[in-house]
């Protein structure tokens, strides 16, 4: 397994632009999330899924949109990049327990972040 | 989430035991207390969970103390690989809420030789 893949590793954008950040992960989890984080800070969410066709805010999700249209793939889109979304990027995915519900194991897989620029 | 408190940072010498404190005073009854840990520029990795007993697995050593006000987690030989910042999380059990994480600032520990 690959686990948690993500492109590009590195970006730099001009105020204005878009672009979209790819996250695929092949565990069949269902629970997919995307974190920024600034220097110096810890992650903070942005969006997250909790499955393919069901997305929901997280604490930053301003300037950001999502889609998950397969289990496999949680892109993030940047629609008008400003310079406050200069960020290392994570994805994540997780399982889901019984019931819908999380149990004590449930733990997240984090890919290896996008260092995106904004200039 | 109940809220965490961590020192900010801490140094270990190479080989020796580091033992990394958090606060959590205001936990409740079906949270557990996770431990990750961020090796710097890579993403967050899982070490080890508790809910009141005290936990060890191939990584690590977790102490939570009667109260479960407060833990301990526990490198037992610390090597130079181990220097990251370490994220002491509290997470609600059996919730059928997202399962998100919420990291503070976490506590970055220098393994020294």
């Not at chain 1, 397994?1 to 001009?14: C, E, H, M, Y």
């Not at chain 1, 920024?36 to 949109?65: C, F, H, W």
């Not at chain 2, 009667?66 to 910042?85: C, M, N, Q």
């Amino acid at each position: 397994n690959a686990g948690v893949t993500q492109t590009p590793k590195f970006r730099i954008l001009k105020i204005g632009q878009s672009m979209t950040l790819q996250c695929a992960q092949d565990m069949n989890h269902n629970y997919m999330y995307w974190y920024r984080q600034d220097p110096g800070m810890g992650l903070k969410l942005i969006y997250y899924s909790v499955g393919a066709g069901i997305t929901d805010k997280g604490e930053v999700p301003n300037g950001y949109n999502v889609s998950r249209s397969t289990t496999e793939d949680f892109p993030l889109r940047l629609e008008l990049a400003a310079p406050s979304q200069t960020s290392v990027y994570f994805c994540a995915s997780s399982t889901k327990g019984l019931a819908g519900k999380f149990t004590s194991t449930d733990t997240q897989y984090f890919g290896p972040g996008t260092r995106l620029t904004v200039l | 989430d109940a809220k965490t408190t961590q020192p900010p940072s801490m140094d270990c010498a190479e080989g020796r035991a580091a033992n990394l404190p958090c606060n959590h005073s205001t936990i409740s009854g079906n949270e557990y207390v996770y431990w990750y840990r961020q090796i710097h520029s890579q993403g967050p990795q899982y070490i080890i969970h508790g809910l009141k007993n005290n936990e060890t697995n191939e990584m690590a050593s977790l102490i939570i103390t009667e109260d479960r006000k407060s833990s301990t987690l526990i490198l037992p030989h610390a090597t130079l690989r181990d220097t990251a910042v370490y994220y002491c999380i509290v997470r609600v059990y059996g919730s059928s809420n997202t399962g998100k994480l919420i990291f503070g600032q976490g506590t970055t520990l220098q393994v020294k030789p």
